[in-house]
T-cell receptor
Framework: DTGVSQNPRHKITKRGQNVTFRCDPI?????LYWYRQTLGQGPEFLTY????????KSRLLSDRFSAERPKGSFSTLEIQRTEQGDSAMYLC???????????????FGPGTRLTVT | GENVEQHPSTLSVQEGDSAVIKCTYS??????FPWYKQELGKGPQLIID?????GEKKDQRIAVTLNKTAKHFSLHITETQPEDSAVYFC????????????FGTGTRLTVIP
């Protein structure tokens, strides 16, 4: 399967714990996005990478959140000191967009559903 | 920033009938408008998209229209089938910056056999 993959698919954690999610984009896609989706809402942009560089972060991304894409391939999203309000579906998407170029199609992974108890 | 509104929030149609979902956007700089289908427990799946230099695009039973002047775009599904039942999201983005997508709030489509 050559689509976007995410792991784990589900994560249940206690408030205050740290969690890390992984995203593997479509091979050779140089753009990678993280979105968050709460129940009954559309996905909301969190951050994106052009290759290994994190170029933009949303105001939704508090300082408890950090994302990396160390070699320009897979990415990780870490949430420290989780809060109940962090419960959501975390979606990763990738595209072949070039820097400064037109918008390209974004393909989403299946998401990681986080539940903070 | 961009604000995308989507209507209706729920839509029920009889199998074989057509379904229409409408979206409006606020930022005149937006120039790319994809539509996604999301089934329960899955990520959004891109089903069709349109760029601002085109007024209409069709792919088999689905079509999208764009009115740049009025800043609205619509998804049309003809000859609906039960497997079309899902939540549909419209989105908008522009060429500058992150090209991130701004999504509508979704339409839950139910096709009744």
């Amino acid at each position: 399967d050559t689509g976007v993959s995410q792991n784990p698919r589900h994560k249940i954690t206690k408030r205050g714990q740290n969690v890390t999610f992984r995203c593997d984009p479509i091979s050779e896609h140089n753009r990678l996005y993280w979105y968050r989706q709460t129940l009954g809402q559309g996905p909301e942009f969190l951050t994106y990478f052009q290759n290994e560089a994190q170029l933009e972060k949303s105001r939704l991304l508090s300082d408890r959140f950090s994302a990396e894409r160390p070699k320009g391939s897979f990415s990780t999203l870490e949430i420290q000191r989780t809060e109940q309000g962090d419960s959501a579906m975390y979606l990763c998407a990738s595209s072949s967009g070039l820097a400064g170029g037109i918008s390209y199609e974004q393909y989403f992974g299946p998401g990681t559903r986080l539940t903070v108890t | 920033g961009e604000n995308v509104e989507q209507h209706p929030s729920t839509l029920s149609v009889q199998e074989g009938d057509s379904a229409v979902i409408k979206c409006t956007y606020s930022d005149s700089a937006s120039n790319y408008f994809p539509w996604y289908k999301q089934e329960l427990g899955k990520g959004p799946q891109l089903i069709i998209d349109i760029r601002s230099n085109v007024g209409e695009k069709k792919d088999q039973r689905i079509a999208v229209t764009l009115n740049k002047t009025a800043k609205h775009f619509s998804l049309h599904i003809t000859e609906t089938q039960p497997e079309d039942s899902a939540v549909y999201f419209c989105a908008a983005s522009k060429s500058t910056g992150a090209n991130n997508l701004f999504f509508g709030t979704g339409t839950r489509l139910t096709v009744i056999p």
